[in-house]
């Protein structure tokens, strides 16, 4: 048993926020399944991870629930019953029977981005394929899990996640563009992208998070070639997933909201940028959060080339790597009201990312 301190040093309430416990140190057998409890012995949904792909898990989160300025206790603990399963609201997987989609979902937001056999189709002029990197937002509106019902509609040909019957939809046009999240390198005036994900390894999903990996082949822009992959996760309670962009050959990169029609409202800010724009039936909010760390400054780009006008982050790289926070909020979803309620969700998010959750074990 170990005794665990959360603190919350912000002063705002703070909730789906999720801390991780390293138990990497602790001896335990494989059979056995740790559980975090309140002050009250009550048990807290957790989720454990296995990160460094040994077959034994090291990582346990939690999402603790604190107000402002304030402290709780929870207990860490052994049990001999797993966690029920039906809690799986993070959830994530690769779709080859949509060409080779890779895609995520929690109880907010669902998201997919395209792999090397929609890349080829298109170079090989073979109709229904995808050549882009950037990431593509699928707009629902219901909580519970849509990803494999979506497909399995659409590839039976029973329906369409075009269409929205209730559920949400994919109406949210990528191209060329960098979507709610993709990346550019900068050389002089151009912006330069990588093409298609080649591989990928799902980690985790749960009732949590899930998490994911992204390959890319070594990409060139303008002379420097790029070695890239993605670790991306999205947790429970959130509308941003989470980027870590481990790279070589440059010292920054630009992470982009597509801004699709260019009749939206552009907000920058430190370590938060917003897109706001009417959508369709309804108007929607693009935006990306990092830390002090990697911030540099944000421009839009403005072209008059199909799909490349972004609203750009400039983020430098720190040990090749480079972590920021990428996602939307759609009105018809009835999570964001406005304008001013999504800004005000990325201004308290940034917050929170810059002063964490403090964990300390007792």
Request: proline residues 2%; glycine residues 6%; charged residues 25%.
């Amino acid at each position: 048993m170990l005794s665990l301190e959360v603190k919350n040093t912000l002063n705002i309430d703070r909730e789906f926020e999720t801390v991780e416990v390293d138990i990497s140190v602790l001896n335990h057998n494989k059979l056995d399944y740790f559980v975090i409890l309140d002050k009250n012995k009550k048990e807290i949904i957790s989720q454990l991870i296995d990160t460094d792909f040994d077959g034994k898990k090291d990582v346990l989160i939690f999402q603790p629930s604190i107000k402002a300025n304030s402290t709780k206790r929870y207990t860490l603990t052994i049990s001999d019953k797993k966690q029920d399963a039906a809690f799986v609201h993070c959830y994530s997987r690769f779709v080859p029977e949509r060409t080779d989609d890779y895609a995520w979902e929690n109880n907010r937001v669902a998201f997919r981005t395209f792999g090397p056999v929609a890349q080829k189709m298109i170079e090989e002029g073979v109709k229904g394929g995808t050549l882009s990197s950037g990431m593509d937002a699928w707009l629902k509106r219901v909580e519970y899990p849509i990803i494999n019902k979506w497909y399995d509609k659409t590839t039976k040909g029973i329906g369409s996640y075009h269409k929205d019957t209730g559920e949400g939809l994919d109406n949210f046009h990528v191209g060329l563009s960098r979507g709610v999240g993709g990346i550019a390198v900068k050389v002089d005036t151009s912006y330069y992208f990588s093409k298609n994900f080649t591989a990928y390894k799902t980690i985790t999903t749960g009732p949590i998070r899930t998490s994911f990996i992204l390959n890319y082949e070594t990409w060139d822009a303008n002379g420097n070639q790029l070695e890239e992959s993605k670790l991306i996760s999205l947790d429970y309670g959130q509308n941003l997933s989470r980027f870590e962009i481990n790279i070589t050959g440059t010292d920054s990169i630009s992470a982009g909201l597509t801004l699709h029609k260019k009749d939206g409202i552009i907000a920058k800010n430190k370590n938060w940028i917003s897109y706001w724009e009417p959508f369709d039936d309804s108007e929607l909010g693009q935006g990306l959060v990092t830390t002090d760390a990697y911030f540099i400054n944000s421009k839009e780009y403005i072209t008059s080339k199909k799909d490349e006008s972004n609203l750009y982050m400039n983020l430098r790289v720190v040990d090749h790597k480079v972590v920021y926070y990428a996602g939307f909020g759609w009105k018809k979803s009835n999570q964001f009201k406005n304008k001013q309620e999504w800004e005000s969700y990325l201004k308290a998010f940034s917050e929170k990312i810059n002063s964490p959750l403090l964990i300390k074990k007792l």
